[in-house]
């Protein structure tokens, strides 16, 4: 059987951080989600309570 591989960086899973190879792997992970760089697509519409207005400055920007 092949040896697992971990899911950020591809190098041999450590059973105490499984799926990762290592605590800074795990963290990168959790940041992506923390950041939305991961998102779970879906064909239902924003919530309107989800959707931020767009303010302009005082000067127009």
């Known amino acids: ?6 899911l950020v960086c591809g ?3 450590e059973q105490e951080f499984r799926p990762f190879c290592s605590k800074r ?4 992970d ?7 760089s ?3 697509p879906t064909d239902e519409p924003p919530d309107s ?3 931020v207005p767009f303010e302009r400055n ?4």
């Not at 959790?30 to 939305?36: A, V």
């Not at 005082?58 to 920007?61: I, N, T, W």
């Open 49 to 51: 309570a989800d959707i």
């Open 30 to 36: 959790l940041g992506r989600w923390f950041n939305e």
């Open 38 to 40: 991961y998102r779970v």
């Open 11 to 13: 190098k041999p899973r």
């Open 58 to 61: 005082e000067d127009g920007e």
């Open 1 to 6: 059987m092949a040896e697992k591989k971990c």
């Open 25 to 28: 792997c795990a963290d990168l």
